[in-house]
């Protein structure tokens, strides 16, 4: 139990720093060298979700959504991901885009399937 009490701890932290990056977005404060290195914005959405989703996974212990059997934790982040990115076509210093949501949503399942649980091997001495 010690241990998903620190990746909770943990994915807590990262929900500040995600939000903090997405507030400096919509107040265009990052840094306009991110924009223009060519892919760099689709690569830091594909690692910034999939870590979310990675912690998500770990903080909920593999808890799973009722009835269709996925993990809980990277649901919940693409969810939340595929909200965000659709609010953006309502702002008028965001932009809707699809290459993004894709590399969200990307991230979230390779992340979160890199954050699954995995049985501990017993070495033989």
């Known amino acids: 139990m010690r241990s998903v009490r620190a990746w909770q701890l943990a994915l807590a932290g990262y929900v500040v720093l995600l939000g903090v990056i997405s507030g400096l ?3 265009r404060g990052l840094p306009l060298s991110v924009l223009s290195t060519p892919y760099l914005d689709k690569v830091l959405h594909f690692v910034l979700l999939g870590g979310a989703s990675f912690l998500a996974r770990r903080a909920t212990d593999d808890a799973r959504v009722p009835r269709i059997g996925l ?8 969810i939340v991901a595929t909200i965000d990115e ?5 702002s008028p210093t965001r932009t809707f885009s699809l290459g993004d949501l894709a590399a969200n949503l990307l991230g979230v399942i390779v ?9 501990r091997s017993h070495r033989g001495d």
């Open 25 to 27: 977005a919509y107040a």
């Open 71 to 78: 993990p809980a934790g990277p649901v919940v982040v693409g």
């Open 86 to 90: 659709c609010a953006q076509a309502f």
């Open 111 to 119: 992340f979160g399937w890199l954050g699954r649980s995995r049985p």
